[in-house]
T-cell receptor, first 117, second 114 residues
């Protein structure tokens, strides 16, 4: 069964460093998302991406964050200058196109655990 | 904020049915009810969704009340591996609406015991 994959599974970085989290969405999906979950807290929406541009972003997704689909398979989240409070699990999700006017389900990857020291 | 209300936690004996309630009294006519679960810190796993009819798949059944203000997720024969946090989410589904973020609440922590 097709699934969303993410790399790396764990990333440790120093405060102020740049990190890139990678995701390979399900192959025929066209809509991509990043969510994050700080330890012990809710899963929070960060950004959605369609047709090579951001569709929606949350207040969390400030200028330190960027997303990109550099090729036909990868979807990346970049944090330019990490802060301690960026430590969290980051989940990528994807979904297919509308079917009969109904949005398809979002499927999530296993996540990347980011620790900023 | 999440538009749903769920109990914080529930217990269920292995092999018995787990019935997880969700209140969504402000749901709109074009909003679906989705259920996901999260085992430990893994990615949320899709379970089932519905609009107004009851739904069943290989994982679970979803019972939606006639007024659509509440629903119940049923795991017919819970196993230890069903121990997880279960999220009930309402989501808009419109033909021209390209953005559809999921808003997660705190969910119900289901503990299945032997």
């Amino acid at each position: 069964e097709p699934e969303v994959t993410q790399t790396p599974s764990h990333q440790v970085t120093q405060m102020g460093q740049e990190v890139i989290l990678r995701c390979v969405p399900i192959s025929n999906h066209l809509y991509f998302y990043w969510y994050r979950q700080i330890l012990g807290q809710k899963v929070e929406f960060l950004v959605s991406f369609y047709n090579n541009e951001i569709s929606e972003k949350s207040e969390i997704f400030d200028d330190q964050f960027s997303v990109e689909r550099p090729d036909g398979s990868n979807f990346t989240l970049k944090i330019r200058s990490t802060k301690l409070e960026d430590s969290a699990m980051y989940f990528c999700a994807s979904r297919a196109e509308l079917v009969a006017g109904v949005q398809e389900t979002q499927y999530f990857g296993p996540g990347t655990r980011l620790l900023v020291l | 904020d999440a538009k749903t209300t769920q109990p914080t936690s529930m217990d269920c004996a292995e092999g018995r049915a787990a019935n997880l309630p969700c209140n969504h009294s402000t749901i709109s006519g074009n909003e679906y009810v989705y259920w996901y679960r999260q085992i430990h810190s893994q990615g949320p796993q899709y379970i089932i969704h519905g609009l107004k009819n009851n739904e069943t798949n290989e994982m679970a059944s979803l019972i939606i009340t006639e007024d659509r203000k509440s629903s119940t997720l049923i795991l017919p024969h819970a196993t230890l591996r069903d121990t997880a946090v279960y999220y009930c989410i309402v989501r808009v589904a419109r033909r021209s609406y390209n953005t559809d973020k999921l808003i997660f609440g705190t969910g119900t922590r289901l503990q299945v015991f032997p």
